[in-house]
């Protein structure tokens, strides 16, 4: 597939480094990384799968989180993985359009079910009473249908505004991953509609979660603080803080990324950045959300022991 306005059939992505002797280190070290987020988001969606007592509005959403966690980071990791192994790291155009649309699908997804997460930590804190109606299952689903479609919608936009773009003799594109911004960076033809398009799709895509995830503590906070006993204060904030550290480094890295200023941070920096969100920050969540908490540690403990409990009685 080639554009028809293009006459590029391949790109070629110049990866993390150039440095030939970091290559091998780096290929293993992000294997690592990889294995780290599939293992971690895998079972954590299994653990919530298998243990009933986790199906609650708020392990419903982080059982999507991981989901979305996973497939972003395989959207991204393997092909970067073979960039550090090939002597050319070629991509197709269709390969390259396609892993952008789903590289925003994901990374938009995640922007608002950290949002929906904040939401139902709001109304559990605040509202108590009014906690199971509010949070009902379909009212989860109609959530959970708002994070996709607006993750499908941003993805759109910026994939249908990039394939519309003339790219010419220059194929090579500055970063491990056909990104938005390295590819407007190669277009022969004028790129002020998807430059608008990256600040009002990501505006709002950044906006409406930072909006509705500060509103949403901002009112959590002023609950909290008329809790008379410090065990009661102690508990509310420890059930939001695993949430607040996976907003802040998500939202941090993101907006580093895309709002910056071209002058102030070179591409090469914008690489770090995304490498944070899209191979770190999916990584790490599996374990802020399981290490903190002590509903999904003794769900381990059940889980363990039934498994042990079952190769017992096959060995007998």
């Known amino acids: 597939m080639v554009a028809e306005n293009s006459s590029v059939a391949e790109f070629i992505l ?10 091998t280190p780096l290929f293993f070290l992000f294997l690592g990384f990889y294995v780290v987020t599939v293992a971690g988001n895998l079972g954590l969606i299994t653990l919530i799968g298998l243990n009933s007592h986790l199906h609650t509005p708020m392990y419903f959403f982080l059982y999507n989180l991981s989901f979305i966690d996973f497939c972003y980071s ?9 960039g550090f192994v090939s002597k050319k790291n070629i991509i197709s155009y269709a390969g390259c359009m396609t892993q952008l649309f789903f590289f925003v699908f994901f990374v938009v997804s995640e922007c608002f079910i950290l949002s929906a997460m904040a939401y139902d930590r709001y109304v559990a804190i605040c509202h108590p009473l009014v906690y199971t109606t509010t949070m009902s299952p379909p009212v989860c689903l109609l959530l959970l249908l708002g994070v996709y479609g607006m993750g499908f919608t941003g993805a759109m936009a910026h994939t249908m505004c990039m394939v519309r773009l003339t790219f010419c003799a220059n194929r090579l594109v500055d970063h491990y991953m056909c990104d938005i911004l390295p590819l407007l960076e190669l277009s ?7 430059v608008l398009v990256v600040f009002v799709v990501v505006g709002i ?3 409406v979660p930072a909006v509705t995830i500060s509103t949403s503590y901002a009112l959590i906070l002023s609950s909290v603080l008329h809790i008379r006993s410090a065990e009661g204060r102690f508990k509310a904030f420890s059930t939001c803080s695993s949430h607040i550290i996976a907003v802040s480094l998500f939202f941090g890295s993101g907006i580093f990324m895309y709002f910056k200023p071209s002058s102030v941070s070179p591409m090469s920096q914008g690489k770090v950045s995304s490498l944070f969100y899209t191979i770190v920050v999916p990584m ?13 540690k003794a769900a381990l403990k059940k889980t363990l022991g039934r498994t042990s409990f079952s190769r017992e009685r096959e060995n007998t």
Do not use: E, W
Request: glycine share 10%; aromatic share 4%.
């Open 14 to 23: 110049a990866g993390l480094t150039g440095h030939p002797g970091l290559q």
């Open 74 to 82: 395989t959207v991204i990791t393997p092909k970067m993985l073979m």
């Open 188 to 194: 022969c033809t004028s790129t002020h509609v998807n």
């Open 205 to 207: 895509n950044i906006g």
């Open 284 to 296: 790490l969540n599996p374990f802020i959300y399981s290490l903190r908490n002590k509903d999904v």
